[in-house]
């Protein structure tokens, strides 16, 4: 019986989607206050991210080399966005990681 795995030297990152030369990382949300932490009562666009979401992405992120361009995209109802949306998510990201990055120096 053959499963179709591909056993080639392309590593973790031939199981990802390429867009653009940027592999992506994936996330289906049903609702986008599944990406942040319930407890944290900063203002959305300071939140800190849910703690699997975040291990998710930082997982996601440590199988690929270092230099590679990489993108998050992030999947939820159209009645989850707004004008604001996109670049909430993408700023509450960053501030997320970047303060993780400091905290840890």
Excluded: C
């Amino acid at each position: 019986m053959v499963w179709g795995i591909d056993f080639s030297p392309k590593g973790t990152e031939a199981l990802y989607r390429e867009q653009d030369g940027k592999l992506l990382i994936e996330l289906e949300l049903h609702n986008i206050m599944q990406i942040f932490n319930s407890f944290d009562p900063a203002p959305f666009h300071e939140k800190e991210l849910d703690s699997e979401a975040e291990e998710y992405i930082y997982n996601t992120v440590g199988e690929f080399p270092l230099k590679k361009s990489l993108e998050i995209i992030i999947y939820a109802p159209l009645s989850e966005f707004d004008g604001e949306t996109e670049h909430t998510l993408k700023e509450a990201i960053r501030n997320h990681f970047s303060y993780k990055k400091f905290s840890r120096i």
